[in-house]
Structure formats: structure tokens, C-alpha cells
């Protein structure tokens, strides 16, 4: 696997840690546990990560030494992937012909050094997206920076290369042919999980005790970067809204995570507008957290907010329905797969805050309505489990080794 702008061993919610860091360390050990050996390559960003770092058994991190460890964003890294395919390459030069079976490249960067290495390896290029530039650039959101033709040229180059490509949902199976010219017969659509075990309904108060809130509380959740994409000032300005249509309501915004991407230009973006609409008592800011805290704070959460303005699928959205919190989301891209509208949450169409703080309002108004979510959260996130995805991932590698095959065949006919 390459990971390169994003190490597996990142913790998510902060810098360019997301969800796709716990989609490449899920499946990775995942497909370790069913036989498959995995070797993830990504650049290293300090001088005391050791080369290599078992990440759980048959899975091992290897870092690349690639540009100065420290001070590079990830715009800088387009002028360091010779330097990161050439460590990539010496790794292989060091073991026994035919060491690598299958290459899976995760975002576009990823992608380009796979290219390389699939041809030199002749070994076949899975590819995931996790996020299009075109997509982004289609569903910016206001004031935010457009992604750059540096990277469109990229990924269409690692769409036309790509042995397969994964989708996280049909609709961007959908994306990556009409915007990209995929072929649709190499593109196969594959839901990213859930950790079932980790993420489970539990008691609501206890949760509340022992992550700090208050009980009698209406607390509304946001996890996730702070950057304009993922549309945190939307929960501000629903919460602020809700506020002022219902002083009676106690309501409170708890925002998890930390600045991200175009969110680092203004990193006190969010203090400051919460002092702007006068809430700054009723919204708690917190740092990115372990998995086992991010469960307590889904179940302490009377609902998600799921603001963005672009998603893949949305990971964070399925977490919080397998602890039992529904959510409430934008009807973007892989949301309206992961939100089963009015029986798991609510999807709204646009981001007017009005109508995120109109969901608040009933949500909080109706326990009834609540208790149904609840219950249909937990069912409709129990179709989301990573053994799916790893089964899967299995089909798409073996279909990608015997396309290759046939390639080859048919090149020598």
C-alpha cells in the first residue's frame, strides 16, 4: 500500500489525518488476518520514526525518507515523488524478484509513484481516490481555495493507468467515469467500514460523566478537521440560529479536531465566530482523541453534525450510527449512502444554517422521533462492517492480477 502524503500511524482529525488513514490501517490488518502480507510505504516526517514499524501483525509501516522531515504541506509534495518513488523502488531492489504481488495506491500522490512502480514491478495498480480534485472544485465551499490543475492532471493520469480503481459508493463510481472517462468495467464499488467492536451503543449519561458534559444538555457533535471543506462553521452558525429562535433550548456544539488544509490560513476561525454570535459558552472545542474517547463522545452526543460540503462516503457519520447517535448531514456525495434519510438521520439539501438549526430544534423537541433514530443508526450502520470491505478488496485484487494477465496475453497474440 501507499500512503505517502499521510502516515497510517497519524492521529486522524488533525494535519491531512482523516478518514482515510483509518480506511488504509483497517484494511490493512484486516487483509493481514486473512493471509494477505502488507507492507505500507509513506514518506517519514521526523528523524526519530524508525525505517520500518510492525503496525500488527503482517503489517508493516515503512518510512520514506523524501525532502526535509518537518515544515512540508502537502502542496510541496509534488516536487518530492521522485525522491519517494526512488526510496519506494530501493526497498523492492532489496528483496527477492517478485517481492510485491499487487500495488494499492491511496489519494492521487500515492497514485503517481504506484504508476511507476506497477511498471517497473510489472505488477498490477489498484487505485482509490478517497477525494477528486474535480469533485472539491464542483462543491467548494465559499471563500475556500480550488484545488490546483497540478493535481486534476494527476489523477486523470493515475485513472488512465490504473489497473482498478475503487469507489467508496455508486456515486462516485459514477464520478470517476463521467469526469475522469474511467471504464466502468474496472471500477468497483466498495464501502469503507466501521469498527463494530470499537464503535457500539453504550450508556448515554455514563459517556457524558466521563467525557466532561453536562446531562441536561442538547449536545450536538462535530468530528473532523477544522478547514472550510468539512463546513464546522455551519454547526456555529445552526447552533447560534437555534439559539435565537429557542433561548429556551440548552443546546451546545462540542467541535472535535484540529486546524486542517485551507482551515490553517484562520486557526482561531471558529473562536473567533462563536465570540461574534455571542456562544462562546455554549460551544466546547476539543483535540483530536483516541478511538476509544471518540466512541464515548458519539454516545454522549444527542446527534452528529455532518456539514460537509464534499464527501467521499463519510466515515465519521457511520461511527456515530454504531454507537447508536444519529446524524444529521449535508446530501453530498457518499453521505446519502452513509445516512439513511429519516431513518437514521436526517440529510438536508444546501447548507443554509437555518435549516441544520430547524433539525436541532426538532430533534431536541421530539424524544420519540430521537429514540427511532437511535435505534435505526445502530441497524443501518451494521451493514458497514470492515469484513465486507476486506472481502471486497480481495475480489478487486485478484480481478486487477487477472486482467493483467490477460493483458498480457492478448498483447502477445
Given at each position: 500500500m501507499l500512503s505517502i502524503h499521510t502516515s497510517p500511524l497519524d492521529q486522524p482529525g488533525t494535519g491531512d489525518a482523516g478518514g482515510m488513514n483509518v480506511y488504509v490501517v483497517e484494511t490493512a490488518k484486516r487483509l493481514a488476518e486473512a493471509g494477505t502480507e502488507v507492507e505500507i510505504f509513506t514518506r517519514g516526517t521526523s528523524s526519530s520514526l524508525p525505517p520500518t514499524v510492525e503496525l500488527a501483525p503482517g503489517v508493516l509501516v515503512r518510512h520514506i525518507?523524501?525532502?526535509?522531515?518537518?515544515?512540508?504541506?502537502?502542496?510541496?509534495?509534488?516536487?518530492?515523488?521522485?525522491?519517494?518513488t526512488a526510496g519506494v523502488m530501493r526497498v523492492e531492489a532489496s528483496k527477492s524478484e517478485g517481492w510485491y504481488d499487487l500495488i494499492h495506491s491511496h489519494y492521487w500522490l500515492s497514485g503517481q509513484v504506484g504508476w511507476l512502480a506497477s511498471e517497473r514491478w510489472r505488477v498490477p495498480l489498484v487505485h482509490s481516490m478517497h477525494t477528486m480534485a474535480?469533485?472539491?472544485?464542483?462543491?467548494?465551499?465559499?471563500?475556500?481555495?480550488?484545488?490546483?490543475?497540478i493535481r486534476i492532471i494527476?489523477?486523470?493520469?493515475?485513472?488512465?493507468?490504473?489497473?482498478?480503481l475503487t469507489a467508496n459508493t455508486s456515486n462516485e463510481a459514477d464520478q470517476l467515469v463521467d469526469l475522469y472517462g474511467a471504464n466502468p468495467s474496472r471500477v468497483d464499488v466498495i464501502h469503507p467500514g466501521v469498527d463494530l467492536q470499537t464503535f457500539t451503543p453504550g450508556d448515554h449519561i455514563a459517556a457524558r460523566q466521563r467525557v466532561g458534559l453536562s446531562p441536561d444538555e442538547f449536545i450536538v457533535l462535530f468530528v473532523g478537521r477544522i478547514q472550510p471543506l468539512k463546513?464546522?462553521?455551519?454547526?456555529?452558525?445552526?447552533?447560534?440560529?437555534?439559539?435565537?429562535?429557542?433561548?429556551?433550548?440548552?443546546?451546545?456544539?462540542?467541535?472535535?479536531?484540529?486546524?486542517?488544509?485551507?482551515?490553517?490560513?484562520?486557526?482561531?476561525?471558529?473562536?473567533?465566530?462563536t465570540r461574534e454570535f455571542g456562544i462562546t459558552e455554549n460551544v466546547t472545542f476539543l483535540s483530536p482523541t483516541?478511538?476509544?474517547?471518540?466512541?464515548?463522545?458519539?454516545?454522549?452526543?444527542?446527534?452528529?453534525?455532518?456539514?460537509?460540503?464534499?464527501?467521499?462516503?463519510?466515515?465519521?457519520?457511520?461511527?456515530?450510527?454504531?454507537?447508536?447517535?444519529?446524524v444529521i448531514a449535508a446530501a453530498v456525495g457518499g453521505l446519502r449512502t452513509a445516512v439513511a434519510h429519516s431513518v437514521s438521520g436526517y440529510l438536508i439539501d444546501g447548507h443554509d444554517p437555518r435549516a441544520y438549526a430547524a433539525a436541532i430544534e426538532r430533534f431536541a423537541d421530539d424524544p420519540t422521533l430521537l429514540g427511532e433514530l437511535r435505534s435505526g443508526a445502530v441497524?443501518?450502520?451494521?451493514?458497514?462492517?470492515?469484513?465486507?470491505?476486506?472481502?471486497?478488496?480481495?475480489?478487486?485484487?485478484?480481478?486487477?492480477?487477472?486482467?493483467?494477465?490477460?493483458d498480457r496475453l492478448a498483447a502477445t497474440t
Open positions: 525518507t523524501a525532502g526535509p522531515f518537518e515544515g512540508l504541506v502537502k502542496g510541496d509534495l509534488p516536487g518530492q515523488l521522485c525522491a519517494v474535480k469533485v472539491k472544485n464542483l462543491e467548494l465551499a465559499q471563500g475556500d481555495t480550488p484545488e490546483p490543475e494527476g489523477e486523470q493520469q493515475v485513472v488512465d493507468i490504473a489497473s482498478r463546513a464546522p462553521d455551519i454547526l456555529v452558525k445552526a447552533v447560534a440560529q437555534a439559539r435565537a429562535n429557542r433561548p429556551d433550548l440548552k443546546v451546545r456544539a462540542v467541535i472535535c479536531g484540529g486546524p486542517s488544509g485551507s482551515g490553517l490560513d484562520k486557526p482561531t476561525a471558529l473562536i473567533d465566530m483516541s478511538r476509544d474517547g471518540l466512541a464515548d463522545l458519539y454516545r454522549a452526543a444527542d446527534v452528529t453534525m455532518v456539514p460537509s460540503h464534499s464527501e467521499s462516503f463519510g466515515l465519521v457519520a457511520v461511527e456515530s450510527q454504531a454507537c447508536g447517535t444519529p441497524m443501518h450502520a451494521a451493514a458497514f462492517g470492515w469484513e465486507s470491505t476486506t472481502v471486497g478488496l480481495l475480489d478487486t485484487y485478484r480481478a486487477a492480477m487477472t486482467d493483467q494477465r490477460s
